[in-house]
């Protein structure tokens, strides 16, 4: 969650520079932890289920709490990092493939982390799972936008749940943050989303397009007092009252792309009624819009109070959390009509038999930009064609890889997607052998195939290497190599 308040917004509420030089060995002692902003506390007497004692025990506790969950579509149990036997033991109880650790191990160093078997997520923040299960229908053909998608916790979420016909476009409108989207996107082996880097307001202009849209939106960040110093330090009045205003503002900017009958899922990781609640209220009286009612297990312990649902830490096993869903009561059926690109074209007859070798293509279309060949989901062609002319695209389906000399040069999306070619041949690398290749460095190898292969660590595809006469080329992307040593 990014918080909204900036740097350069937050120089006059921020601690003095020598305080915060020394916060690495201050920050989050147990005198120092005792220090939540009064004012917050202040605010925060009558909102439901706030207990001030318990409030303040569980943040001065230190207490830790980590969780993952699993990919589906990637049916693997770590285990390098103690998670044996977690999913009978630690369940979050309000998702199908959520886990509760007993302590945070190193996931750097788990090959199953990098293979895209699962994903660090904050367990308050599984719930959107209900909100869909329970007010969209699953099994249709969707077209979902999550607005502030990254790091890529409820977007890789959302498309472990969506039926493979949907359509979701997972958005972020910081260009660095748009990338590790994409990077986590990638490393989950998805074709049916498209990741774009825009401005909510850009999205206006595609007037009743969506039938979902979730909106995780940008606050001050105080439920995340726990886990991150740095929100603690950003937290003021000003802050609050800066993010309300920005959060009407993207509510009111993405609203028209939202059709009839759609649903709108709105959560924050703040605990301050300005940025929660008064919030549903607005939406619900700005616009045509109804706030819906989730069924809540009273064993969750969520503070449900008239539909809008908040997470405590002193009482879930999670951070703070809130989220409200609201149903769309007006909007004209739009039809948008894919417009022709001359940049992007479908591959060629010539180039076809080259792409098949490396791609089960069945229910996909291969299109190239420049040299670059992308696959998509047939049924989704037309919808991509019209998201590459109205926004900025910076990933769509599967990235299969470069053309050149009639050859194609794989790409590590087409290795994380599963869709590769079942003729390609497999490597398979022990513990110590997939943490080098994760590394990207040099491997001795001397039974493999020459060409082009798959490496993979207990069935589970890490990435390329291309084995030449003298040596093993390790194509593992520089970008997210393992940097550090155990």
């Not at 409820?154 to 972020?172: E, I, M």
């Not at 995340?224 to 309300?244: K, P, T």
């Not at 300005?274 to 045509?288: G, P, Q, Y």
């Not at 479908?346 to 293509?361: A, F, H, T």
Request: charged share 25%; net charge negative.
């Amino acid at each position: 969650m990014l918080l909204c308040g900036k740097k350069s917004e937050s120089e006059t509420y921020r601690l003095p520079s020598k305080i915060r030089y020394y916060l690495p060995t201050l920050l989050f002692t147990n005198l120092f932890s005792l220090a939540l902003p009064k004012y917050l506390l202040d605010s925060l007497q009558n909102a439901p289920g706030f207990d001030i004692a318990s409030f303040e025990k569980v943040h001065n506790s230190q207490e830790q709490v980590t969780s993952i969950r699993l990919n589906p579509a990637k049916p693997a149990m770590p285990r390098n990092i103690g998670l044996d036997g977690i999913q009978e033991t630690n369940p979050v109880p309000w998702t199908d493939h959520g886990y509760y650790l007993l302590q945070r191990p190193s996931f750097t160093f788990d090959p199953f982390f990098h293979a895209g078997c699962y994903y660090v997520q904050e367990a308050s923040s599984m719930f959107l799972e209900q909100a869909m299960k329970q007010r969209v229908d699953l099994t249709a053909s969707l077209k979902v936008l999550d607005l502030s998608a990254a790091p890529g916790g409820k977007t890789t979420h959302l498309q472990s749940l969506l039926s493979p016909a949907s359509l979701l476009v997972s958005n972020d409108v910081i260009r660095s943050r748009a990338s590790i989207l994409k990077d986590n996107i990638i490393k989950w082996g998805t074709s049916n989303v498209v990741v774009t880097n825009n401005d909510p307001r850009d999205f206006s202009k595609m007037e009743n397009y969506f039938d979902v849209i979730v909106v995780d939106a940008p606050c001050s960040g105080s439920g995340l007092f726990r886990r991150d110093e740095g929100a603690m330090e950003e937290w003021s009045i000003n802050n609050v009252q800066l993010c309300s205003q920005r959060q009407q503002r993207i509510l009111a900017d993405i609203w028209p792309a939202l059709k009839n009958d759609g649903v709108l899922i709105y959560s924050t990781c703040s605990y301050s009624r300005e940025e929660d609640e008064d919030i549903a209220t607005w939406l619900t009286s700005e616009f045509k819009a109804e706030q819906l009612s989730l069924s809540v297990d009273p064993a969750w312990n969520i503070v449900d109070e008239n539909n809008s649902y908040r997470f405590w830490p002193d009482k879930v096993k999670g951070e703070g959390f809130f989220l409200a869903c609201f149903r769309k009561l007006d909007g004209d059926v739009e039809q948008h009509r894919a417009p022709k690109n001359k940049k992007l074209q479908p591959i060629d007859k010539k180039e076809q038999p080259i792409v098949d070798q490396w791609i089960n293509k069945d229910g996909l279309q291969c299109w190239k930009h420049l040299n670059t060949v992308y696959a998509w989901p047939e049924n989704m062609a037309d919808d991509i064609l019209f998201l590459l002319d109205r926004l900025k695209v910076i990933y769509s389906g599967i990235q299969v890889g470069e053309l050149i000399r009639d050859k194609l040069v794989p790409d590590h999306a087409l290795a994380m997607s599963g869709r590769t070619n079942a003729a390609i041949a497999c490597a398979q690398l022990d513990y110590d052998l997939a943490i080098l290749y994760l590394k990207r460095k040099e491997m001795q190898l001397t039974t493999l195939e020459k060409g082009w292969q798959l490496v993979q660590y207990e069935g589970q595809v890490l990435g390329w290497v291309n084995v030449l006469q003298n040596r093993i080329n390790n194509y593992y992307p520089k970008d997210l190599r393992i940097l550090k040593d155990r």
